[in-house]
């Protein structure tokens, strides 16, 4: 959906012919203004095409407690307590700071080569990232406060109580006939949050993957498949862990490489997030990037060019949710934009399976 510089993606699934059975999952909720602009008329559709006045969401999912990702699920939260909502929130994903903070993190890894990078904000960035930190605390902490009141604290992060997290040898979480394979965070990245969070320091990073939010590091990354069908949806994560938990769950070929149906681009296109053979590594028939190159240059000019270069004359599609002159310069037709609608639909039904 047009979510401004944050990310806000519906999720549906089941069976084409019969559209009062299909399984409905939220994304993420961009900044303020989405909910009530773009998000909240399309949940009204929604419930119009399931034949309903008001339908329970089968999973609401929050990345990360950054501001354009939960927002949007916090003024949903406001309108299910205060208003008059199309929609309500059953299950609900959500890695709350409250429990990064009181639970002991347990499987941790050996550490990785990246780990270095995780350990905070280079120098003359202090007030920038701990203005960050302190913006999305409270937002965390209020979306589960509401998980409480709400009486779903019980189905938070069902079936991973307490922490979505990265685990070897767990089942893939099913939802209706839709299977959620964890590819991130890591305990590792995790258990680094929580002591930073704690002792508040920083070090260098490193060159190619330059994004040191901890919050956008403890993104969740799943696997979505249905039908065959494999949708990688990455939050704000790194392009370096992505691959390394999809590496962990064995889901890379002999080359080292995988494809799948659809990537949703990690942190709106952001070249702080990948690097040039992150696109050769994990390909897609349809790409997805949320950004408007309005607050922050997304989606990143020089990551598009990596995108495009990766991929050179294979077929393949990028759905962005504004129309962007030097993406259109990129991209040409591959380029599918909204037009006067808030949201732009990626049908990925009549593709390939990727699974199985």
């Not at 969401?57 to 909502?85: C, K, R, W, Y």
């Not at 929130?89 to 550490?111: K, Q, R, T």
């Not at 069908?229 to 490489?257: C, F, Q, S, V």
Request: hydrophobic share 40%; charged share 25%.
């Amino acid at each position: 959906m047009k979510a401004k510089h944050g990310d806000c993606l519906i999720l549906q699934w089941g069976k084409s012919d019969a559209p009062q059975d299909r399984k409905v999952a939220l994304i993420d909720g961009g900044p303020d203004t989405v909910y009530a602009t773009w998000l909240k008329p399309r949940l009204k559709a929604l419930a119009q095409e399931l034949g309903r006045e008001n339908f329970k969401l089968d999973l609401t999912m929050v990345s990360h407690i950054d501001d354009d990702h939960v927002q949007g699920i916090l003024d949903f939260a406001d309108d299910i307590e205060n208003g008059d909502p199309p929609a309500d929130i059953g299950v609900l994903w959500h890695n709350s700071l409250e429990d990064l903070l009181d639970h002991v993190i347990e499987d941790v890894p050996a550490v990785h080569s990246v780990t270095a990078s995780l350990a905070g904000a280079p120098a003359g960035t202090t007030d920038k990232w701990y203005s960050k930190v302190l913006s999305s605390v409270p937002q965390g902490q209020m979306l589960h406060a509401f998980s409480q009141r709400h009486g779903i604290d019980h189905l938070r992060n069902d079936p991973y109580q307490p922490l979505v997290v990265l685990r070897d040898g767990v089942d893939d979480a099913p939802f209706s006939g839709l299977t959620l394979k964890v590819i991130g965070p890591n305990a590792e990245e995790l258990d680094k949050l929580r002591t930073q969070w704690k002792q508040k320091r920083r070090e260098d990073i490193t060159a190619a993957y330059s994004d040191r939010s901890p919050y956008n590091l403890s993104s969740i990354v799943v696997m979505a498949t249905f039908a065959g069908r494999t949708a990688l949806l990455t939050g704000d994560a790194r392009g370096d862990r992505i691959i390394e938990g999809l590496a962990r769950r064995g889901m890379l070929d002999d080359d080292g490489k995988i494809h799948v149906n659809l990537l949703k681009l990690m942190h709106h296109g952001s070249r702080n997030n990948v690097d040039a053979a992150f696109f050769s590594t994990v390909t897609a028939d349809v790409y997805v990037v949320s950004g408007d190159d309005v607050k922050f240059p997304n989606p990143h000019e020089q990551a598009m060019n990596w995108l495009a270069h990766a991929r050179g004359d294979d077929d393949y599609k990028i759905y962005c949710t504004y129309d962007l002159p030097y993406m259109r310069k990129i991209f040409g037709d591959r380029l599918v934009v909204p037009d006067d609608d808030a949201s732009v639909v990626v049908d990925i039904e009549a593709l390939e399976p990727t699974d199985g």
